[in-house]
């Protein structure tokens, strides 16, 4: 973990000191690392027996569960929208 977050220090540090560059295709590299990672992440899933063997109950906790924070997460837009941004 705490690779990760030096990581993801080092970038924060990296861009803020490279600000002023312009970058070319920047964010096709970036969306191009995101595909790859996400490719990884299928095949390391699929490889998994027991993920595989559990689909249908994990399944149904993954739709339970993003429902459920999503349903939150307009609530609480919705709340802000209405303290902060809705005219009077």
Same mark, same amino acid.
């Given at each position: 973990?705490?690779?990760?977050?030096?990581?993801?220090?080092?970038?924060?540090?990296?861009?803020?000191?490279?600000?002023?560059?312009?970058?070319?295709?920047?964010?096709?590299?970036?969306?191009?690392?995101?595909?790859?990672?996400?490719?990884?992440?299928?095949?390391?899933?699929?490889?998994?027996?027991?993920?595989?063997?559990?689909?249908?109950?994990?399944?149904?906790?993954?739709?339970?569960?993003?429902? &459920?924070?999503? &349903?939150?997460?307009?609530?609480?837009?919705?709340?802000?929208?209405?303290?902060?941004?809705?005219?009077?």
């Amino acid at each position: 973990m705490l690779i990760v977050i030096g990581l993801m220090f080092l970038g924060v540090l990296l861009g803020y000191r490279f600000r002023e560059r312009k970058w070319k295709n920047l964010q096709g590299w970036i969306s191009g690392a995101i595909f790859l990672l996400l490719f990884l992440l299928g095949i390391t899933v699929g490889a998994n027996g027991d993920i595989m063997d559990n689909l249908e109950s994990i399944g149904l906790e993954a739709f339970v569960i993003t429902s &459920a924070a999503v &349903a939150g997460s307009v609530f609480c837009a919705w709340i802000v929208y209405k303290f902060f941004f809705h005219e009077r």
